[in-house]
């Protein structure tokens, strides 16, 4: 008898189990297998973006983009609207329209300037405190004109209506005013009565009444501002004389160095409005 056959057989190997071989990994199905070589770059192209994988950024972007791109095309059509409106307009209304921009940019410019020179002189003043006073007394003595509470004097024009035969109607003259205060007319008197910001016209029989004061013609309108503004405002075609001399009216405009405005208001005391300040 040989060794290994005397030598005793473990125990404990009797409890463990047979050793089983290992499963060779399973191929993979043919089916399953998506065959790529015959694809052209397009086709896989496609496979790759489709079906769409879209995140919420994305979807907020595309819809901020569509956003701005609708306002631009709203802007861009009005701007369009804008130019046709122009394009069909006559030559001496495109002039017109040019130098009343060209007026107004210059208005705009000269109050930018004083405002400038006020902010310089508290800057540079000793004494704001004094400065500041001046001002205000000047600022209040501004806002008194404009209320028909001070009287006024300075260049402008003076506009004489003669209506023999009672045509003219108190709207044809609240458009004067109206063109008037739109080419920077500062104090504007017609007949002895003071023109403010709320003043009314209405028709009084064959003559006009302002602000209920009846005033028969001729109808004088005396307005302090720049002359070289004001005049050619009344005279544009189809403008103010044109349409009170269509009523057979006689018109005449007259600049002046020194127009004097002397009708006054009485200053109103508000009944329920007081300042913020005190």
């Known amino acids: 008898m040989s060794e290994h056959e005397k030598r005793p057989e473990n125990p404990l190997r009797k409890e463990l189990p047979d050793e089983v071989p290992a499963a060779a990994p399973a ?47 709203v802007q861009v059509a009005s701007n369009s609207d804008s130019d046709s409106a122009l394009r069909g307009a006559r030559q001496e209304d495109l002039v017109r329209i040019l130098d009343e921009l060209d007026d107004r940019t210059q208005r705009l410019e000269d109050e930018k300037t004083g405002l400038d020179k006020q902010r310089q002189e508290l800057q540079s003043s000793s004494d704001q405190a004094a400065e500041a006073r001046r001002q205000t007394a000047e600022k209040e003595r501004q806002l008194g004109i404009l209320a028909g509470t001070v009287a006024a004097q300075g260049p402008g024009i003076t506009m004489t209506v003669d209506d023999p035969k009672g045509t003219v109607q108190a709207d044809m003259l609240l ?31 064959k003559s006009v009444s302002v602000d209920g004061n009846k005033i028969t013609q001729p109808y004088v309108f005396k307005v302090i501002g720049k002359p070289q503004d004001l005049e050619p405002a009344l005279n544009i075609p189809g403008g103010v004389v044109q349409t009170l001399e269509k009523e057979q009216a006689t018109v005449t405009v007259e600049g002046s160095a020194k127009i004097v405005v002397d009708a006054l208001r009485p200053a109103k005391q508000p009944d329920y409005a007081r300042s913020s300040s005190q």
């Open 27 to 73: 191929a993979e199905p043919a089916a399953d297998r998506k065959p790529e070589a015959g694809l052209s770059g397009r086709q896989r192209l496609v496979q790759g973006l489709w079906p769409l994988r879209v995140s919420r950024a994305q979807l907020i972007v595309a819809l901020l983009l569509f956003g701005l791109g609708f306002g631009l095309a």
């Open 175 to 205: 458009d004067a005013i109206q063109e008037l205060r739109a080419a920077g007319a500062e104090a504007i008197q017609v007949n002895g009565v003071r023109v403010i910001a709320g003043t009314y016209l209405s028709d009084s029989g």
